[in-house]
């Protein structure tokens, strides 16, 4: 059964169009995850799932009811919001129970399900605490708590992490990426711009651009096989490495002018008679290693070097005017300021994009 499905949902703010027909089905207990940069629209829809904000049209259903006018508090959903947006004067258990008071719940439930919540969290050492007495990761998990409690179908997550320092970041994704097989039968939504989040918490990912949805898929499907420029740019970090090419022979096997020169075979699938036609080459910076045979994709001076320990990033001026080509070495690379070097990438690593941005890889038999 599907836990929440939208059709064809849109949003307007008077002649200012925000969101223009979001068609997606969400399984019950699945974990999906909204990215895309700033003002795509993920909140906004995130928002309207919890009711917050009213659909123009469409249809928003839970759990096989719709629910476009039911009022928030009905709906069975949870939100956890940014702010951590806890009771100051109340004590971690009571800010875990105070919706729960107010729904008229009795307090024998009330303490079952706080200290249920607790359990779940590591929280029960806190529990006659302030919010002042408490760290930044400790109060997101308070909130998580007190979400946990209303007992939802629907959790919704809009940016949870973004107030947490880097280390608490990591902990508190590792206790919601706990909190998800603990409560597998409870749908979760979570809004990030962090892609990190993204990869390792959701089952599937929609990516989002200006309001639409560009992309649905598990993690390393977006990763793999992105079905346009947008995605491939924005999943993955530093981001794909985009080449400007020609088609010159198509079919099953394609040949390419990379920067209108240099002749380089991919194994993707173009349509015949394509000759000729601008196209885009993508490759990721982890794909790219310093070529040591006479084979290699393209030649460029270093002229950055960043050395991070765990792997080297190279920046190196190629092929693009004015935009360095990123390269992501593993470990400590010898490689100095202004070196002049070769580079190369296995052939199933690269990506051919069309001109107007679509994978070549999804239109094979088209």
Excluded: W
Aim: with cysteine; charged share 25%; glycine share 10%.
């Amino acid at each position: 059964m599907a836990g929440l499905v939208l059709k064809d949902v849109r949003k307007a703010y008077g002649e200012v169009k925000v969101l223009h027909g979001i068609d997606l089905t969400i399984e019950k207990g699945e974990f999906v995850v909204f990215v895309g940069p700033s003002g795509c629209g993920k909140s906004t829809l995130l928002r309207m799932i919890a009711g917050l904000e009213d659909i123009t049209s469409g249809e928003l259903s839970i759990e096989g009811r719709l629910v476009n006018d039911v009022p928030p508090s009905k709906r069975g959903i949870a939100m956890v919001f940014q702010s951590y947006a806890l009771y100051p004067h109340m004590s971690v258990y009571d800010n875990m129970a105070f919706g729960m008071r107010i729904a008229g719940e009795s307090k024998e439930e009330i303490d079952r399900r706080v200290r249920s919540a607790a359990g779940i969290l590591q929280l029960e050492p806190y529990l006659d605490r302030l919010p002042k007495a408490l760290s930044g990761g400790q109060r997101q998990r308070v909130a998580i708590g007190r979400a946990i409690c209303r007992d939802p179908k629907v959790f919704l997550f809009d940016e949870p992490l973004s107030n947490l320092d880097a280390a608490l970041r990591v902990a508190t994704r590792i206790e919601i990426a706990k909190l998800h097989e603990q409560m597998s039968d409870t749908t979760m939504i979570y809004v990030t711009h962090d892609q990190v989040e993204a990869m390792t918490l959701a089952d599937r990912i929609v990516v989002l651009s200006a309001g639409r949805i560009e992309q649905v898929g598990a993690p390393l499907e977006l990763y793999e096989r992105p079905a346009n420029l947008f995605v491939a740019r924005f999943i993955g970090s530093p981001a794909m490495n985009i080449l400007p090419a020609t088609l010159a022979e198509t079919g099953k096997a394609t040949r390419i002018l990379l920067g209108g020169q240099r002749p380089v075979d991919v194994p993707i699938e173009t349509p015949m008679g394509a000759s000729g036609a601008s196209a885009s080459l993508g490759v990721r910076p982890e794909d790219l290693t310093i070529a040591t045979g006479e084979e290699f994709l393209f030649e460029g001076t270093v002229t950055l070097v960043e050395a991070l320990g765990e792997v080297t990033l190279l920046y190196v001026e190629g092929p693009l005017e004015g935009e360095p080509v990123v390269v992501k070495l593993p470990g400590i690379a010898d490689v100095q300021k202004g070196a002049r070097l070769r580079f190369a990438a296995a052939a199933g690593k690269l990506h051919l994009f069309d001109g107007e941005g679509r994978s070549y890889r999804f239109l094979a038999g088209a």
